[in-house]
């Protein structure tokens, strides 16, 4: 491969401080939902866990460094789901844990971030405020500042579920990885290039959140001034150069999904799959149905990354969601 910030074995190493309860997590070929995608679809589950997303991968190996070598006190911005993996993480080993996040952050994750036992600070703004708060936290109080797909463990972390992609799954072609900062796109990537290159590995954002997608297909860092999407898990505004770098070696694709499409989404996967998922949680399925016969006959996976919800949110966006076939 050309020159990564990513390892392919330290990304093997991660497994040996990444808590089990995280690591292995249900892959299966879900049958119900191929009717209405027109594909051979596979799920890898990755909200089973006590924090109910990818993140704590990531903050494992983090954590793990910090407890071993570091300062015991760290601080990140969050839309939620890194916030609480953090928190959980950080607190069996004794780490000081803050986690900045916008006061209009799903009061859900909110809750579980204060029940895990870190100090929370809202700011009243969107997630790129809250990376700014963290980080004059972290200059003023001299503590570790952990960025989410910018410190590499986060990317390695979510690496990790390549490495059981590619060592367990049945034969697939296609990877839907939902995307947002770009740990979980480019580590995932990064395994399918260097361990299965014949997998296409395609990115999905949502329309209303596109920086890093335009920044992908223009090869360079493109901003925008807001956002617009229920999908607040990928919700940001500013790309960071080196995560687009990364991302450019091993993304094959990334496409954009309209929020109708990211709602029957998730009523598909609650219909057919019995799964309660956040909006981030259902791009891969959103990128199926408005494209249908770009995947007709073929096998996909897709990572359903986080289940973070409101549910006053949740039961307004799916009970309006149109009805599919059985």
Known sequence: MQETRLDTARIREARRVIDPIFLDTPLYRCEALEPDLGCTVSIKLETVNPVRSFKARGTEIAASLLADNGPRAVVCASAGNLGQALAWS????????????????????????????????????????????????????????????????????????????????????????ALGGGALATGVGHVMKDLAPEVEVICVQPLGAPAMTHSWRERRVVTTDSTDTIADGVAGRY????????????????????????????????????????????????AVLEDRDRFAGRHVVTIVCGSNVDMDAYHRWVGAAPLHRS
């Not at 709602?263 to 309660?276: C, K």
């Open 90 to 177: 950080g607190r069996d080993r004794g780490l000081d844990v803050t986690v900045v996040a916008s006061r209009f952050a799903t009061v859900a994750k909110l809750d579980r971030i204060r029940a895990l036992g870190a100090s929370l600070e809202l700011v009243n703004g969107d997630h790129e405020m809250a990376r700014e708060r963290a980080a004059a936290i972290a200059r003023h109080d001299g503590i570790r500042l952990l960025e989410d797909s910018l410190d590499i463990e986060t990317c390695e972390g979510a690496a990790t579920i390549g490495m059981e992609l590619v060592d367990t799954a049945p034969s697939f072609d296609t990877v839907l990885i």
């Open 239 to 286: 790309p960071i150069p080196a995560v687009l770098d990364d991302l450019l070696l091993v993304a094959d694709d990334a496409v954009l999904v309209q929020e109708v499409s990211i709602i029957a989404g998730m009523r598909l996967l609650l219909d057919h799959a019995g799964l309660v998922v956040e909006p981030s949680a259902a791009l891969g399925i959103a």
